[in-house]
């Protein structure tokens, strides 16, 4: 269990998508993240327009292995048919900027699924 996940979503000509998943546990702060938080909507539902360029591989661990799977997305309509890719190490974050996520948006977890017979696999 960890205090966030960051998911970085991606859509292919198709429409085909697959997320990054980054997992962020109480460590360090992030200036990528703190970039991130300082252009995050206030309001649920509001759109934002981001005032800063973003460089997402910075989020990225150092450690580049993962675990990767079919899944589904984890906001409504919540379709299957997702690739996921879940970052093996985690990343730190500040206790500071988890708390200021945690407050602008509370209760943003859809609740753990089964793995209802998915293969899990991970990389080398």
């Not at 993240?33 to 990225?60: G, H, I, M």
Request: hydrophobic content about 35%.
């Amino acid at each position: 269990q960890f205090d966030l996940s960051a998911h970085l979503v991606h859509k292919d000509p198709e429409g085909r998508l697959a997320v990054v998943a980054v997992l962020l546990g109480r460590g360090t702060a992030q200036p990528v993240l703190q970039t991130v938080w300082n252009n995050l909507p206030l309001e649920k539902n509001q759109e934002s327009r981001a005032r800063a360029t973003l460089d997402p591989t910075q989020l990225l661990p150092a450690d580049r292995r993962y675990y990767t799977y079919m899944g589904s997305l984890t906001t409504p309509p919540c379709s299957e048919g997702v690739q996921w890719v879940v970052m093996r190490q985690p990343v730190g974050a500040a206790p500071e900027q988890i708390d200021i996520f945690s407050r602008l948006y509370p209760m943003n977890a859809r609740p753990i699924q089964s793995a209802s017979g998915r293969r899990i696999l991970q990389s080398n």
